[in-house]
């Protein structure tokens, strides 16, 4: 009766620990663990993200850029992982907080990538009204 008990703990840990891996794999391309690690234990815990804001840039109306599409990994953007950052009055929208960290690095860059983003949808939802 022991063995099996032991069994089932060894098994449903095991199962518990891939999932937990997984979920830390999800935004792939990223710094390898930490970061991931930390938001899926937050996750698993039912905190919600924090949004990170520029304190040096914050003014008194930010405008959200708007993207749907994470500019440092290229990922779709998921409402329920999203990590914010305000840059220059504007919010911009990353689909983890390990994107942030690497958005401040050189944010012209990314901020080029949005721009990009924008107007390609833009041109998208002309071309549908024009129908």
């Excluded at 063995?3 to 999932?19: A, D, E, M, N, Q």
């Excluded at 994470?70 to 983890?96: H, M, Q, R, W």
């Amino acid at each position: 009766m022991f063995k099996k008990i032991f069994v089932v703990l060894i098994s449903g840990l095991f199962i518990l620990g891939i999932s937990n891996l997984s979920f830390a794999m999800m935004c792939s391309g990223h710094a390898a663990g930490g970061k991931h690690a930390q938001i899926a234990q937050a996750e698993s815990s039912g905190h919600q993200h924090e949004t990170m804001v520029d304190t040096q840039a914050s003014s008194k109306e930010d405008v959200n850029a708007g993207n749907k599409i994470c500019p440092v990994s290229g990922e779709k953007i998921v409402d329920k992982l999203k990590a914010t950052y305000e840059y220059n009055g504007k919010i911009y929208n990353f689909c983890c907080a390990s994107c942030v960290g690497e958005f401040k690095k050189d944010p012209e860059k990314y901020i080029k990538k949005v721009e990009e983003e924008l107007q390609v949808e833009s041109k998208g939802q002309s071309q549908q009204s024009q129908r």
